[in-house]
């Protein structure tokens, strides 16, 4: 099986901007997570989806969006962008969800934003 | 909140000696504990799970303990390579379904 892709790998944006990421989860796994990786705060959880419905949130402002379709793939969304949210960001699909004892996380490269 | 430690030094050891990271925790107990591997420039690598009632799970030269009591997680790498050489990373559940929580990481260093 493929694994989880995303795209584009990098990207250079200017304060203000808004930029749209994508992720192709592995076929057949319904729950796309997103998380945030930078230095100083390491990996946080920004949201996961399900069967195109948001399930969990983690603790991030509401410029940051995302929503999933019915072939799984996902999109996140950071409008009116902050040098702050330059960072790594990774998508993970599994089955059924990351906090299930089968819920094995398969994580994609990442897409490397650089705020200027 | 919710806080998880990870040594944020890098542990550097001989090749063939055993590797133990640890990660701590605060608070209540975590439903599931997860160890991942990962590389630079590359996403994290799922490596083992361990449930809130078992005490140790193994995986060819990987040992992960769990002690609710101490609140900590051991991760074991036994005959290091210089191939295990990556940053592990921690992870938890803090009840069964919800968001998984990653701990700062631990960067090892296998020398040959």
């Known amino acids: 099986k493929a694994g989880v892709t995303q795209t584009p790998r990098y990207l250079i944006k200017t304060r203000g901007q808004q930029v749209t990421l994508s992720c192709s989860p592995i076929?057949?796994?319904?729950?796309v997570s997103w998380y945030q990786q930078t230095p100083g705060q390491g990996l946080q959880f920004l949201f996961e989806?399900?069967?195109?419905?948001?399930?969990n949130k983690g603790n991030f402002p509401g410029r940051f969006s995302g929503r999933q379709f019915s072939n799984s793939r996902s999109e996140m969304n950071v409008s009116t962008l902050e040098l702050g949210d330059s960072a790594l960001y990774l998508c993970?699909?599994?089955?059924?969800?990351?906090?299930?004892?089968?819920?094995?996380?398969?994580f994609g490269p990442g897409t490397r934003l650089l705020v200027l | 909140s919710q806080k998880i430690e990870q040594n944020s030094e890098a542990l550097n050891i001989q090749e063939g000696k055993t590797a133990t990271l640890t990660c701590n925790y605060t608070?209540?107990?975590?439903?599931?504990l997860q160890w991942y591997r990962q590389d630079p420039g590359r996403g994290p690598v799922f490596l083992l799970l361990?449930?809130?009632?078992?005490k140790e799970k193994r995986k060819e030269r990987l040992k992960v303990t769990f002690d609710t009591t101490l609140k900590q997680s051991l991760f074991h790498i036994t005959a290091s390579q210089p191939a295990d050489s990556a940053t592990y990373l921690c992870?938890?559940?803090?009840?069964?379904?919800?968001?998984?929580?990653f701990g700062g990481g631990t960067r090892l260093m296998v020398k040959p």
């Open positions: 993970a699909s599994s089955l059924h969800g990351p906090g299930l004892a089968d819920g094995t996380q398969y």
């Open positions: 076929s057949g796994h319904r729950s």
């Open positions: 989806y399900f069967s195109e419905t948001q399930r």
């Open positions: 608070n209540y107990s975590p439903a599931y």
């Open positions: 361990i449930r809130e009632n078992e």
């Open positions: 992870a938890l559940v803090y009840s069964a379904g919800n968001m998984l929580t």
